[in-house]
């Protein structure tokens, strides 16, 4: 199942976060994808606002885990952007977060392969014209539920639904 997205500006993107952490459940890993400046940091704001976060949020390019605790549901946002070798995940632990507890987000997960376990919901964000799409794609019965779920918040102004598969 996928589905993609036009998103028109910055407000669109926060908002497409907000809606992903309305519909996803504990133990989800959700795999960003996307050139450097495409938004997916932008989409994880957006994701860990709406969960009650009021800090800063920035990707963890150099600590590679920033934990989220003491929300309406525990996250990791990981960034492998600076990992070497994909074997480098088995030394920062990853698998030990991959609970059914907690959400994981991870930026740059192809660093990461084939170590990785699958996502449930794999994003590919890119540039397009002034604004970004946002292609969502679900691979397993989480994610499936969870983009259904989605389809129906992005009849609002700020979206405008690009295309379904």
Not at 9 to 38: F, K, P, Q, W
Not at 60 to 68: G, H, I, K, M, S
Request: charged share 25%.
């Amino acid at each position: 199942m996928a589905q993609s997205f036009e998103l028109v500006d910055e407000e669109s993107t926060l908002a497409l976060g907000a809606e992903l952490a309305s519909r996803v459940s504990e133990g989800m890993r959700i795999y960003l994808s996307g050139d450097l400046g495409a938004g997916k940091t932008t989409l994880t704001r957006g994701f860990l606002r709406s969960l009650g976060h009021e800090g800063a949020v920035k990707s963890p390019t150099y600590t590679l885990v920033e934990p989220y605790q003491g929300l309406t549901k525990a996250l990791y946002h990981f960034d492998l952007y600076r990992l070497g070798a994909p074997e480098e995940i088995e030394y920062m632990g990853l698998r030990d977060y991959l609970d059914d507890s907690a959400i994981v987000i991870i930026e740059w997960p192809e660093r990461g392969f084939p170590l990785l376990p699958g996502p449930d919901l794999a994003i590919t964000i890119a540039i397009a014209g002034s604004g970004r799409r946002a292609d969502l794609v679900a691979e397993s019965v989480a994610g499936k539920e969870c983009l259904h779920s989605l389809q129906a918040a992005f009849t609002k102004e700020r979206f405008t639904k690009n295309r379904s598969a």
